[in-house]
């Protein structure tokens, strides 16, 4: 008790369109495939399309990060896109992105998922 087992967050924040993205999360890798991260996700989304009332939340990570992409699939975002070249790794190579987003038409369907999911871990 009383250390940070992780963080995930809101960035790249647009009121006007009602959009934004979740992202910057890491968890401790005692942590990875627990319903840690669904439970923060159900919550965050939870937020964002029933008290914001947002259109559209996305997701990105590195073409060859294929831990994140399964876990983004896992929510229930759809894949929108790959933006080719468009980050540098810290290793200095150049890459692409993996974009995913849920919007609010499909909420009502991925959130009893969810649920369902944290659930069944109580």
């Not at 790249?12 to 942590?31: N, V």
Request: proline share 2%.
């Amino acid at each position: 008790m009383g250390k940070a087992i992780g963080s995930t967050s809101f960035h790249d924040i647009l009121p006007t369109t009602k959009r934004l993205e979740i992202g910057y999360t890491w968890y401790a890798k005692s942590y990875w495939r627990t319903h840690v991260n669904t439970t923060c996700k159900l919550m965050l989304l939870t937020y964002v399309f029933e008290t914001l009332e947002y259109q559209t939340v996305r997701w990105r990570t590195d073409i060859d990060n294929y831990r994140s992409q399964q876990a983004i699939e896992r929510l229930g975002a759809k894949k929108d896109g790959v933006i080719r070249g468009n980050r540098v790794r810290r290793d200095g190579i150049i890459s692409d992105t993996v974009m995913y987003s849920i919007v609010s038409s499909e909420w009502a369907d991925v959130k009893p998922k969810l649920a369902t999911k944290v659930q069944s871990v109580y």
